[in-house]
């Protein structure tokens, strides 16, 4: 199995590539080879058991695309994207990245011809909905309505990836995640970046600001499942699918303040202290037209999973970027 | 009050045109000039009480958007598109046509600028959605799921309608046309064909063929509805729309049955016997995965209206199109 990684500097490709190196494979299938590009240049893994080759470049680069697919990889996961702040900020670049970007690759997979059909994994998310929601949650048949440039660009690219499978150009799964928390590193600009923030900072011995109400409730995974989420994606029988080929993954619906307690059972009270309440309307506008829960059913009967609690979501970044030690 | 109206020559575009050289204005607005635009020529209507220019080209040509809007219309009414039939057969002409030149007729509105803001009624329809289906129809919060290129371009044209509305580029508003019922002219080679034949050759002394069961569902208005749906869109209040832009219009839910009982009822029945049953397996397994019924409630409550029985749908074309005589 040859496999294509594109957006593979980010956050969720380092981890995958590190995970698919680990295991030697997928899915219990064997790997022969990985591409991994992204417009910052990929570290290439130590040690893998197959030829890793690493490309920076910009996807939108004339015949770029062609060039990525010319190798035939069996499998594409499409993760170069720019976030939301940033789509929001730069309209032209939001469009050319995020969709445009999309469409190339499609294009390029369906020039092959011949029989070809990758299976191509893209990573969509919960952006692509937008208030008012039902009460109970945002559920399989909701319309998709973003409230985003971004989430406009990500339900788009849902669309054509559902066209080019239905016409046989490649085998899609869209797979919609929640927001990632806690994402590791250093504090960035999204505006949801506090999801994270309130609990690594703290965990680090540094203070964290919470710009919004703790009943603010969100719908969350952890980086591991995330990287759980593609892989199944990956190997699944995408025959269930039909023509609905994305899908809202599990997660879990927490307020800030539950996610508060919970590292206060975690790491204690010393560490819960360090989040400092600054009210920002600007974050708490833009967070308000949010999904708060889903009810993601069709991705649980095929087998998507998640975590159950908050505790857990904390553990896996104590587990995997602290190397497993709670911090005083 | 300057308007453009592109897809001009079209069936729709040919009565939306009379319609408002014959008021004179829209919405009691008055109309200073009209540019008509198709790749076919359209006519240039008789005895206009305001200026009306013509062009023929292809929306796709380089630099042709930018063309069309450098007046600065205040409306613009796009009804420029390949049928589904085509964009099917057709997959890149599809998306040429379908996506690509209403995103540069978008891209070229943005380009004006400074302050530049006219109401956009963009055309979509229900081949947005497809299969599976709520049970008593499809509700204003149901998923876009559509079944062929055609209503995925159309479902794309939708969501940039609405983020390039929620970035304050323009003022769009987008309906979802049932299927326009009875189609005057020539027969087509669209699947749905027969929904109109099935009334317009019997009326006009010929025999039609009906390919599927008189059990068939559909979701049908006038074409006499569907002008009064671009106008009411084009000068309605779009606050109410907040940025759920597109709207899917009111229509009449009736099977073929209903439709030929209503036939025998306004025209009788030597009139209903000229339809000759020819079941097509092909043609069935293409209207399977359309939408049967709607429920229109915010178009409705928006002030959005059509027939309410099929009988008025055959009379709006036997006086619109056949003089007022019910033909023997
Ligand atoms: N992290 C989350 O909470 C979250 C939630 C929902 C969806 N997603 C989506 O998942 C994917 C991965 O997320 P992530 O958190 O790893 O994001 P990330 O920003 O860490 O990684 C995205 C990568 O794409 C690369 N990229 C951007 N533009 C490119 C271009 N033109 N050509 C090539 N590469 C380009 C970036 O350099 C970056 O390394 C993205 O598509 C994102 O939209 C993430
Ligand atoms: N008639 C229906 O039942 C129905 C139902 C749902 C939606 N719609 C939509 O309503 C609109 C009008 O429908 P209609 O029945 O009048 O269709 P039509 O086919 O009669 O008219 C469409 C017009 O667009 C023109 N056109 C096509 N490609 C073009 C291009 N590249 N540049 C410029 N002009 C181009 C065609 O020449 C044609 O005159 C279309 O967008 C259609 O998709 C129609």
Redesign the pocket.
């Known amino acids: 199995m040859k496999i294509l990684v594109?957006?593979a500097?980010?956050?969720?490709?380092r981890k995958l590539v590190e995970r698919i190196v680990k295991d030697g494979g997928v899915g219990g299938k064997p790997v022969s080879g990985m591409l991994l590009?992204?417009?910052?240049a990929p570290k290439a893994p130590a040690d893998a058991p197959f030829p890793v080759e690493v490309q920076a470049g910009?996807?939108?680069e004339p015949g770029r695309c062609e060039g990525l697919v010319a190798g035939r990889p069996d499998l594409i996961v499409h993760?170069?994207?720019?976030?939301s702040g940033e789509a929001e900020a730069d309209f032209e670049k939001g469009y050319r990245?995020n969709l445009d970007?999309t469409r190339n690759l499609f294009e390029a997979i369906r020039a092959i011809g011949g029989g070809y059909k990758p299976r191509v994994v893209f990573?969509s998310?919960i952006a692509v909905f937008g208030q008012p929601f039902p009460k109970d949650g945002i559920t399989d048949e909701f319309n998709l309505t973003p409230l985003t440039s971004y989430g406009t660009q990500k339900a788009i690219g849902e669309l054509l990836l559902a066209d080019y499978s239905r016409r046989g150009f490649l085998d899609g799964v869209g797979i919609r995640?929640p927001?990632?928390c806690v994402?590791p590193g250093l504090p960035n600009k999204a505006a949801s970046g506090f999801f994270s923030g309130i609990i690594r900072e703290p965990l680090n011995g540094k203070e964290a600001i919470l710009p919004v109400a703790e009943t603010t409730r969100h719908w969350h995974a952890s980086p591991r499942a995330a990287i759980g989420f593609l892989l199944h994606a990956a190997t699944m029988d995408t025959a269930p699918l039909g023509q609905l080929r994305s899908l809202t993954m599990p997660g879990l619906s927490v307020t800030v303040g539950e996610q508060i307690e919970a590292l206060r059972r975690v790491a204690g009270d010393t560490v819960a202290a360090r989040i400092r309440r600054e009210p920002d309307p600007v974050v708490q506008g833009i967070v308000a037209g949010w999904a708060e829960r889903c009810q993601p059913e069709r991705a649980q009967s095929l087998g998507f999973k998640a975590e159950t609690s908050f505790d857990e979501i904390i553990q896996v970044y104590i587990d995997d970027e602290l190397g497993g030690r709670v911090p005083g």
Do not use: E
Request: hydrophobic share 60%; aromatic share 4%; net charge negative.
């Open positions: 594109l957006g500097a980010g956050m969720i490709g590009f992204d417009v910052v910009d996807l939108g993760l170069a994207a720019i976030v990245v970007s990573t998310s995640l927001t990632i994402r």
